[in-house]
């Protein structure tokens, strides 16, 4: 092989062998013609030879010289340069291997090129320099007309670079994972030197393309990410967590970044819990009961897998509870004192909404409800005096007066009405006059007491109450008087005559 064409890595063959490309496609007549002007050649070889014969038996001894000292290379050179007499079917042969090694030559150009343009030297220079020593080997047997060692070279050079063709996808699968490993180990240097070879192999890969630019800013992602991590030390985590964002929107595709944000919130929110949980014992430590469940429903919506911030809010209910009922409870005795009955029944059927089983709360609703309907009777005998002029309803008013006294724990409310209600009743028993006029002819009769007989005037002393009178007379309809006598009242005066004449008719 020539000097200038191993200085060509993209040429295995001289300008001999091109000149061989083109001496293949000529018609076979051109090979016939070869065989008859080789035939030339020899005839005049012979005679030349017959020449030199006689010169040599003749000439020659008498003019010997020693012979000139010959270089090898120039032998070599003179030798390649001689043509071989070869025979018709020789020449054949050397034709068909010459085309089989120019067609397996091509396939290795081809794919000595393909190889080149995905940068094969920075990812299988050792093996691909080897196949090009191969195929340069075998340019040397071609130009030697060695065609069949030259074929056997090429085929050798075609099978070793095919062998590297086929290691493409995992080459390229080693170097983009050694570049996204220097990627998140940050190793920004590293990762670009590995991927930059995964792209010469694949310019086209997606994933590839997105490592080397987020490879290309992960100087400025891990400037963020450092800067984040002071801040979370010194406590500023939202400025924190503004840095990361930062960093996600310049690659939003790092796993650091994504880390570190969870890191970040997850910060945020145990701070966010630490802080409502703080503020809510602290109002509850004040019995601001409204703000203490703000605080710890918050600290719940925060971290509502845990139990504590329920236990709080259910402590801080029962305290308000209790709060509210100690309150209530102040508030109906202090109603029973000042004798406001349905004000304290109110509020204890409050307290029992609340907690059913208080008994003091079941006794305090007892006794303001009994309270409250003696208070009610008593009123309503004094409201309404007029009713005691009933027999009955006298009868009851001493029960419910004699129940009054009864109480030990009287309020002035009470003992005013005690004092009332026996005044109202000792006033009953008090006669009253009644004076009644008639005309003499109609017979009176005070109802349910018996008859008064027929007179002109008559005084009666009765006590407080409603009295009946029926007066009746022959021959007239009969005539009914209603009175009601009331003590401390004026002097009552009735006339009772029959004047309305019956109908016999």
């Known amino acids: 092989m020539s000097k200038e064409s191993t200085n060509d890595s993209n040429s295995f063959v001289s300008n001999d062998v091109s000149l061989n490309l083109s001496t293949q496609r000529q018609p076979i007549t051109v090979a016939l013609g070869t065989w008859i002007s080789t035939r ?7 005679l030349i030879l017959i020449a030199a014969l006689y010169i040599v038996v003749f000439t020659l001894p008498s003019n010997v010289q020693p012979a000139p000292q010959i270089n090898s290379a120039d032998f070599v050179k003179e030798a390649l340069n001689k043509p071989i007499d070869v025979s018709p079917w020789q020449e054949a042969q050397l034709a068909k291997n010459r085309q089989y090694a120019q067609t397996i030559l091509s396939k290795v150009m081809k794919k000595q090129k393909l190889l080149e343009q995905k940068k094969v030297k920075t990812w299988a220079k050792t093996d691909f320099l080897q196949a090009i020593k191969l195929a340069e080997s075998g340019d040397v047997h071609y130009r030697l007309q060695e065609f069949e060692q030259a074929l056997h070279n090429y085929q050798q050079t075609l099978a070793q670079l095919q062998a590297i063709e086929d290691r493409i996808d995992n080459t390229f699968n080693d170097y983009y994972q050694l570049g996204k490993m220097a990627l998140i180990a940050s190793n920004q240097q590293l990762a670009i030197e590995k991927l930059t070879i995964a792209l010469h192999i694949k310019p086209d890969d997606e994933l590839a393309l997105i490592a080397i630019e987020r490879s290309k800013v992960l100087h400025e992602v891990i400037t963020l990410i450092d800067e984040g991590t002071v801040l979370i030390a010194e406590q500023n985590l939202n400025a924190a967590k503004a840095k990361f964002l930062a960093a996600q929107v310049i690659d939003s595709r790092s796993e650091i970044v994504v880390e570190q944000l969870n890191v970040v919130n997850n910060a945020i929110v145990e701070q966010n819990y630490s802080k409502a949980m703080s503020q809510g014992y602290k109002y509850l430590n004040q019995q601001s009961y409204p703000q203490a469940l703000l605080a710890f429903n918050v600290a719940k919506k925060v971290r509502p897998q845990l139990i504590d911030p329920q236990k709080a809010i259910t402590e801080t209910k029962n305290k308000q509870t209790q709060a509210i009922i100690t309150e209530k ?18 509020l204890y059927q409050e307290i029992l909404s609340l907690d059913n089983t208080l008994m003091s709360a079941r006794i305090g609703l007892i006794r303001s409800q009994s309270r409250h309907k003696l208070d009610s009777e008593l009123n309503t005998v004094i409201n309404k005096p007029a009713r005691l002029t009933n027999n009955s309803v006298y009868r009851e008013a001493i029960e419910t007066l004699n129940d009054a006294k009864k109480l030990k724990q ?96």
């Open 329 to 346: 409870s102040r508030q109906a005795t202090n109603d029973e004192a000042l004798e406001q009955w349905s004000k304290a029944i109110a």
């Open 410 to 505: 009287a309020g002035a409310k009470l003992n005013q009405q005690i004092v009332t209600i026996s005044s109202l009743l000792q006033k009953l028993t008090v006669a009253v006059p009644l004076f009644i006029t008639s005309d003499n002819q109609t017979q009176i009769t005070l109802y349910r007491v018996g008859e008064l007989g027929n007179f002109i005037n008559k005084e009666l002393q009765l006590r407080p109450g409603e009295y009946t009178f029926v007066g009746s007379r022959e021959g007239y309809r009969d005539v009914r008087h209603q009175v009601t006598i009331m003590p401390d009242s004026d002097q009552h005066t009735l006339e009772i005559s029959c004047i309305e004449k019956v109908s016999n008719g």
């Open 40 to 46: 030339y050649l020899t005839i005049i070889a012979l």
